[in-house]
């Protein structure tokens, strides 16, 4: 077991030392992939191929996954970044949470349930976790990631990222 420190607090996480450890199917095909030179976008040829492989309109776990390698390889995101939008990660400004004070870690969750988003239909948006992923799913997600978290959304290198990844979903759905 190892014992960290956070932010003045220990924390004690168990390594794969300690418990066997099977990786997922996203971690075993991740393992696989090269990060490309990083660029901005696919050049036609590129987004021609992918519309040939998948559909984004209703993509399998295995596709998704398959198409973030694609678009790590070619530079479009980082593995990490991959990751995220794989995970449904939602960044949050660190420097706003106190870590002596009782509360939740995504700031603004209060404000985005009471905007009228449909948090079950944004939840859907994690559908690698439930086994169907594609552009709607995404979108769905990413608004809802956008009202929940205290980051500056258009600054932020992660929505950017997300908002690329999107992109490339509209066009294969073309």
């Given at each position: ?25 996203f ?25 040939k ?71 859907g ?50």
């Amino acid at each position: 077991m190892t014992i960290r420190t956070i932010n003045g607090f220990q924390i004690y996480a168990v390594t794969r030392n300690e418990v066997e450890y099977k990786p997922s199917y996203f971690q075993q095909q991740a393992e696989k992939w090269v990060e490309g030179a990083k660029r901005d976008q696919l050049s036609e040829e590129e987004l021609d191929a992918l519309k040939k492989k998948y559909n984004s309109r209703n993509m399998s776990r295995e596709e998704t996954v398959a198409l973030l390698g694609e678009l790590v390889e070619a530079g479009i995101m980082t593995r990490s970044t991959a990751r995220d939008i794989y995970c449904g990660a939602v960044p949050l400004d660190v420097s706003k949470i106190n870590p002596t004070k009782t509360q939740g870690t995504l700031t603004k969750s209060s404000a985005s349930m009471n905007s009228g988003l449909n948090l079950p239909g944004a939840l859907g948006g994690l559908g690698a976790m439930f086994g169907t992923c594609g552009l709607s799913a995404y979108k769905n997600w990413y608004e809802y990631a956008k009202s929940s978290t205290d980051v500056d959304v258009s600054q932020s290198a992660y929505f950017q990222d997300c908002n690329k990844y999107l992109e490339i979903l509209e066009q294969l759905s073309a």
